[in-house]
């Protein structure tokens, strides 16, 4: 049936792609509103405070300033949509308190007139602080009970153990036992626009609008509802176009949308606030770094026998998604290889750093790092092929996830190492190895798999409403927020080829609240999957009452009508056709008895979390007189079960492998007593097109049944494995083991000296 | 009331009188402005006026009998691209223009401000101070040449005078047998980066002997740096090997690196070390190859 | 504080404009004749998605003062397009899927552009040395180069 598609599986141009090179997009810091207001947060220079007192009056009196708000006004949003499940969980997160927590901590802020005045008006606000002992370093914070970062936890955000089987028997049965300690950096999402900028316009009659470059407005619509106490129904989440998420906009942004909101309420009038790039880098959420201790049994044929994972994540001063973040690293630490034994614990841990959340892996490329460092070690010690000891221990087709207890239902894992393999040259490459040089090459690989959606551990809703116009043009209906991604044009993509219509037939709704229903948003890889049912099953249900009217028109029977470029016709008799256009006019308009759109509307949760698996490939350089990685080759293979858009599938293979290479050799937030120090791009350095190594894109169909013409995720992914496959290739290359992320120049030369190896 | 930066006035002058005046009377208070790419990241607050260098012709590289001459005003890319900076050891000026920032930065950014900001880690002062370059500064009292080596006091500071305007760069014909590379280290899988350390070297050699070397060091010290003991040790002396490695540990003895956060003091020292040798491996090379 | 005025050039039209002096030259793009098309991604002109062309030149529009493009010509995104006929660079950059987020679009095209008009037949070595004045987070870079070279190879075919 899939040789039959016309739409699905090309690589048609992106429904917004003009906009954007014409410069008429319009992003979050291009809106204007008549009569806006300019904002700015006043920020805490330290660590870890109480605010004493806050003397608002000279600023007051200042023209031009419209409204001030404090954190003794305004509720923190700790926001996570698990909590909005029950009244005790939502009020947990709003925090609302006189304590400060991170250096950057939003602490009030000042509507003016304009950007001039409301600097002044900051200044001439006196804030005192009691500056409270501060905690930086997550073990230490751990074990810390004078110290509570937060009153009623203490510094724990989050403690959980899990167990699969008998750990201790399962090292008993191995014959070699492999542990080791990893750490992974704080690595900033860095989008090219910056996190983050919005205007809030609360209305005298009491509804507020907000323009958000969110990647869920419909929680964040919910989290507005709970901060400001108004009924959903008065809330607008209206997206913008957005410059780039990678997870730093999986909600509000800390101090962002809230304040701008209750500004707006104070003032009567729209406010906008736009962060900085600094802001962005030092104020607004990091990936977690984390602490990894684990410990791999194997047998000497190289089957695993117990893992035992110790896990540390620093959560910094507050906590959105630390639990999600957790649970998928249990979810890709028990789910990626088949071990019997398992042992599970991980731990959340506050400390007086920038707040971390949500990041493109969520938890897996921290648990990558280690697992596939594990397993690269263990192949060594049995002289074996990395690629075969994946092969040999990988959880794949038929078997069962124990984490979520759901059936592996598509599995293109073999594929994807064997084309992976073949594309990078690994057997070429492995049998020549350079011990000898100033410069040292070698390969190094890493398998993946990352989990689709999150149909079995959070609320994770997906509508869509499908709208037939009179000439038989769609309009589709969809909160899907497409940060750049393309979901929007994939829906698209999905609808024209349910309806049997041609692509440029679909227009798609733009996302705003108050039209487009429930939807879980932009993350954890869903929205081709988990969208793309919704949109699927709603053009099947516009699709049923089209050819519910044409049965009628051509008195044959609905289950005999097909629809291919935009005609429905006869499957027994070809010559029985009529077109949608003709068909849809006399439907709507030119029968007055009926005037009737068909409309198609889904609502509700994917039957799965199919995980989709890949396989990275590095080669790399080092100068062992320098200490430089060079990163040669890098070659991805991806199992997306079907490429709905091939170009949009290998454009996150290549995006992802340059953010990974990134997470592996060049960024790293550097703090220091709380500060961070590199807040720009000098040195925060993502990689530029002059650092580019050779990229190759491979794209696996593995055929999930239960996706969107098979389709499953892939975002996400593309970047989970690259760190470890660099850190592979260069143990291949020097003999030297990096467990700390990220790599730099100095700490190869430390292992050169050292001779670290295991 | 908040620091801000805030130029009461903007004045773009036709000729060095009108620009040495307004420098004159508004010393400290006036800032030259060329590129941009400095003064407008550093934003420095309290200042009355900006005195805009496009009109003065500043921008053009000549050469005559007496070398080359370059304008204070020159932006980079005309450096980087000059066929007078093409071959022999000027190359090395170009090829040090070629790694400052990224191609947009160096159709802005002009030689004379990269000078004048004077940081430790520039790239293009290696070039010069191994080129024996000279600057030439006006003010209303006259003119003052200096060598390039003596120009830099201290970080971002020069021996420029609130009332002075650097004009010209001079760069002297160098003799023939002479070889120059520039070498910089950046953090790794980063082509655009402010230096860890870079290095510029030029080796004169007829025969086999080598007349005359100069070493320069950026990014380990307060200025741009000669490391004088590394070329008495190769002055005068048939290179080999060993003495490239002896004037290399020389080197790296010689520079006083800080810890940052972009690299440790020790890592940066045994870089010099590895960075001399390899410009000294290069010149040499050159000196062979490249004829005036 | 006293204004400057000064005449620009923008998009083939011509302003007289009065700005202060520190006046940035993007926030006069963006804020005063709201051409918006040209972002700003970091004010210290170290990501490139403000990149403007000055008298054909690429130039950094957050690290130029208004004063400074008194008397110049300045052409940005929005001036690219003949009417509704996209610039063979846009329409390249919509074709190769070079497109993802688009934030750093405007400045990967203007600066290729200035390439362009020099040099006709670049090879992907020198588009990407001129590229690498832009960051990108999205793509990889891999399809704005392609993308550049295809359009060049169309602006050849014109000619």
């Known amino acids: ?758 | 009331m908040i620091d801000h930066f805030r130029p009461r006035e903007y004045h773009r002058p036709n000729n060095l009188r009108e620009a040495t005046s307004l420098l004159s009377s508004f010393g400290k208070k006036a800032k030259v402005i060329a590129g941009g790419t400095d003064i407008l990241v550093n934003k420095p607050s309290g200042l009355e006026c900006l005195v805009d260098v496009a009109s003065l012709d500043l921008d053009y590289i000549r050469k005559d009998e007496d070398g080359i001459h370059i304008g204070a005003a020159t932006t980079l890319d005309l450096i980087e691209s000059s066929p007078m900076l093409s071959s022999g050891p000027y190359a090395v000026l170009s090829e040090a223009a070629s790694v400052v920032a990224t191609p947009t930065v160096r159709n802005m950014a002009t030689i004379g401000g990269n000078i004048c900001n004077a940081s430790p880690a520039a790239d293009l002062p290696l070039a010069l101070m191994v080129l024996d370059s000279t600057v030439r500064t006006v003010s209303l009292n006259g003119s003052r040449i200096l060598p390039i080596g003596d120009f830099f006091e201290d970080v971002n500071k020069t021996k420029l005078r609130d009332d002075e305007l650097l004009v010209e760069v001079h760069i002297p014909l160098s003799a023939e047998t002479t070889g120059a590379s520039f070498m910089k280290l950046r953090r790794h899988q980063t082509s655009v980066d402010i230096a860890l350390v870079n290095v510029a070297a030029e080796l004169t050699c007829p025969d086999d002997i080598c007349e005359v070397a100069r070493i320069a060091l950026g990014a380990v010290a307060e200025t741009p740096i000669y490391a004088k003991k590394a070329e008495e040790l190769l002055t005068g002396k048939k290179l080999n090997e060993e003495l490239i490695q002896k004037a290399a540990e020389a080197a790296a003895e010689e520079s006083r690196p800080i810890d940052d956060l972009r690299a440790s003091a020790g890592y940066r020292r045994r870089m010099v070390g590895v960075l001399v040798k390899r410009a000294l491996e290069v010149s040499v090379r050159r000196c062979a190859t490249w004829r005036k | 504080m006293a204004k400057v005025n000064i005449n620009v050039g923008v998009n083939g039209r011509w302003y007289e404009l009065a700005v202060e002096p520190q006046e940035r030259l993007v926030d006069v793009l963006r804020d005063r004749l709201g051409l918006t098309g040209t972002k700003v991604g970091c004010g210290k002109g170290e990501c490139g998605a403000c990149t403007i062309n000055i008298d054909g030149k690429a130039i950094l529009s957050c690290l130029t003062l208004a004063v400074q493009a008194d008397g110049k010509e300045i052409l940005t995104i929005e001036g690219l397009q003949k009417g509704a006929e996209l610039h063979p660079l846009q329409e390249a950059f919509v074709k190769e899927a070079a497109v993802q987020c688009g934030y750093c679009t405007p400045g990967m095209i203007m600066a290729a552009k200035a390439m362009l008009d020099c040099d006709s037949d670049p090879s992907e070595e020198a588009v990407r040395e001129v590229l690498s004045s832009n960051l990108c987070r999205c793509t990889g870079y891999d399809r704005p180069v392609k993308a550049v070279i295809e359009a060049a190879k169309t602006m050849r075919g014109a000619k």
């Not at chain 1, 399962?170 to 983050?196: C, M, W």
């Not at chain 1, 942004?253 to 736009?274: F, T």
């Open chain 1, 1 to 758: 049936m899939n040789d039959e598609l016309s739409v699905v599986g090309k690589s048609l141009p992106r429904i917004d792609a003009i906009d954007k090179v014409t410069g008429r997009a319009k992003y979050g810091i291009d809106l204007k509103l008549e009569g806006m207001l300019h904002a700015k947060i006043r920020r805490s220079p330290y660590p870890h405070a109480k605010v004493t007192k806050i003397d608002t009056t000279k600023a007051e009196n200042l023209p031009g300033v419209r409204a001030i708000v404090t954190i003794e006004d305004v509720p923190k949003v700790v926001e996570y949509w698990f909590f909005l499940r029950t009244e005790k969980k939502k009020k947990q997160m709003f925090i609302h308190d006189n304590v400060v927590r991170f250096i950057g901590d939003p602490v009030l802020a000042v509507a003016a007139d304009d950007e001039e005045t409301v600097e002044e008006a900051l200044s001439l606000i006196d804030v005192e602080y009691e500056q409270l002992p501060a905690l930086f370093d997550p073990l230490e914070a751990m074990k810390e009970t004078e110290v509570k970062i937060h009153t009623e936890k203490g510094n724990i955000a989050f403690h959980v153990t899990k167990q699969y089987g008998d750990v201790e028997q399962g090292f008993k049965d191995a014959d070699h036992i492999v542990e080791n300690r990893y750490y992974t950096s704080k690595q900033k999402h860095a989008s090219l626009e910056p996190i983050g900028s919005c205007i809030a316009d609360y209305d005298p009659s009491g509804r507020l609008t907000v323009y958000s470059s969110t990647q869920l407005p419909h929680w964040s619509r919910m989290y507005l509802a709970g901060a400001l106490d108004l009924p959903i129904n008065r809330v607008r989440v209206i997206k913008t176009y957005t410059g780039g998420a990678f997870g730093g906009r999986c909600g509000l942004i800390h101090g962002l949308e809230v304040m701008s909101s209750v500004l707006s309420r104070k003032a009567s009038r729209p406010v906008r606030m736009s962060f900085t790039r600094e802001e962005d880098f030092t104020a607004t959420e990091t990936r977690h770094p984390m602490i990894i201790e684990m410990k791999t049994g194997v047998t000497k044929d190289g089957i695993l026998t117990a893992n035992s994972i110790k896990l540390v994540s620093d959560v910094g001063g507050y906590g959105t998604h630390y639990i999600g973040v957790i649970a998928n690293c249990l979810s890709t630490g028990v789910g990626l290889y088949r071990c019997p034994n398992v042992d599970f614990d991980a731990t959340a841990v506050h400390t007086n750093k920038s707040l971390c959340g949500a990041f493109r892996g969520y938890g897996n490329p921290q648990m990558n790092f280690a697992q596939e460092s594990q397993m690269d070690m263990i192949a060594q010690k049995l002289d074996m092929d990395p690629v075969e000891l994946r092969l040999k221990n990988y959880r794949g087709l038929g078997e069962i996830d124990p984490v979520f207890n759901d059936e592996i239902r598509s599995d293109g894992l073999k594929e994807c190492l064997q084309k992976g393999a073949e594309s990078f040259g690994w057997k070429e490459k492995r049998s020549k190895s350079s011990a000898e040089g100033i410069k040292r090459r070698g390969v190094g690989m890493a398998i993946l798999v990352h989990g689709t959606g999150a149909a079995k551990g959070l609320p994770d809703p997906a509508s869509a409403t499908v709208m037939i116009n009179a000439d038989g043009s769609v309009n589709l209906v969809t909160a899907a927020a497409d940060d750049g991604q393309g979901n929007r044009t994939v829906l698209a993509q999905i609808c024209a080829e349910e309806l049997g219509i041609g692509f440029e037939k679909v227009s798609v709704s733009d996302t705003d609240t108050d039209s487009t229903p429930l939807d879980g948003g932009t993350h954890g890889s869903r929205q081709t999957y988990c969208g793309g049912l919704a949109v699927k099953k709603a053009a099947e249900e516009a699709k049923k009452k089209l050819l519910g009217y044409a049965s009628q028109e051509l008195n044959v029977d609905d289950g005999q009508l097909g629809i291919k470029d935009g005609v429905i016709y006869d499957v027994k008799n070809a010559a029985t056709t009529i077109r949608v256009s003709d068909l849809m006019r006399k439907i709507q308009i030119e029968d007055m008895s009926i005037c009737e759109q068909p409309i198609g509307h889904a609502a509700g949760v994917a039957p799965a979390m199919p995980g989709y698996f890949g396989a990275s490939f590095a080669e790399v350089e080092v100068d062992t007189q320098t200490g430089e990685v060079r990163v040669l080759k890098l070659t991805g293979a991806f199992d997306v079960g079907k490429a709905i858009n091939p170009a949009n599938v290998q454009g996150q293979i290549t995006g992802g492998g340059i953010m990974g290479i990134g997470w592996a050799l060049t960024e790293e937030l550097i703090t220091k007593d709380g500060n961070i120090l590199n807040d720009n791009f000098t040195d925060y350095r993502i990689l530029r097109a002059s650092d580019v190594p050779q990229l190759d894109s491979i794209i696996v169909e593995s055929n999930e049944p239960t996706g969107p013409f098979g389709a499953k995720g892939v975002g996400e992914g593309t970047m989970v494995g690259v760190a470890s496959a660099i850190a592979n290739a260069i143990f291949d290359a020097i003999g030297v083991r990096m467990k700390e992320l990220c790599i730099t120049q100095e700490k190869i030369l430390e292992g050169l000296r050292s001779g670290a190896k295991a």
